[in-house]
């Protein structure tokens, strides 16, 4: 027996209808902020992932540089004469200085140390950056 209710079976249908959907819709308001909280933190982990990458290659390249300088008397020659403008004995350092205005083309050397570590004339010998070896004479002016 097939009662036809007319417009009340139609209206319980979209009331139905309705129901579930403001459900679904209740429960994606609920863990809406919930979604985005574990987006932003997979994003975070994303970049603390490519931080962390950045940092062990460095420790790698500060390893292998600790390590050459401590095998490799070559290594800590290299870095003396870089850093600290040693020189050997019978060798003259020349240090070029690059301007930041367009007199750099002008062929301007400067020294990058201060007066007190140049190059000065003692005894008529010179003395590196460095005045700790001796090496050379100055050419007279």
């Known amino acids: 027996m097939n009662v036809d209710l007319g417009i009340w079976a139609k209206l319980t249908r979209v009331v139905i209808f309705l129901l579930f959907l403001a459900g679904i819709l209740?429960?994606?308001?609920?863990?809406?902020?919930?979604?985005?909280?574990?987006?932003?933190?997979?994003?975070?982990?994303?970049?603390?992932?490519?931080?962390?990458?950045?940092?062990?290659?460095?420790?790698?390249?500060?390893?292998?540089?600790?390590?050459?300088?401590?095998?490799?008397?070559?290594?800590?020659?290299?870095?003396?004469?870089?850093?600290?403008?040693?020189?050997?004995?019978g060798e003259t350092v020349i240090r070029f200085e690059a301007s930041l205005t367009n007199s750099a083309t002008s062929g301007e050397v400067r020294s990058v140390y201060p007066s007190s570590l140049r190059r000065t004339e003692l005894d008529g010998r010179s003395y590196s950056p460095g005045g700790l070896k001796p090496n050379g004479r100055l050419p007279k002016p």
């Open 26 to 89: 209740g429960v994606a308001v609920w863990y809406l902020p919930l979604i985005e909280h574990n987006q932003h933190s997979r994003k975070t982990i994303l970049d603390l992932d490519k931080k962390i990458q950045v940092e062990e290659e460095r420790k790698r390249q500060l390893k292998a540089a600790i390590d050459s300088l401590q095998r490799d008397p070559k290594a800590v020659e290299r870095l003396a004469r870089e850093r600290l403008g040693y020189a050997k004995t």
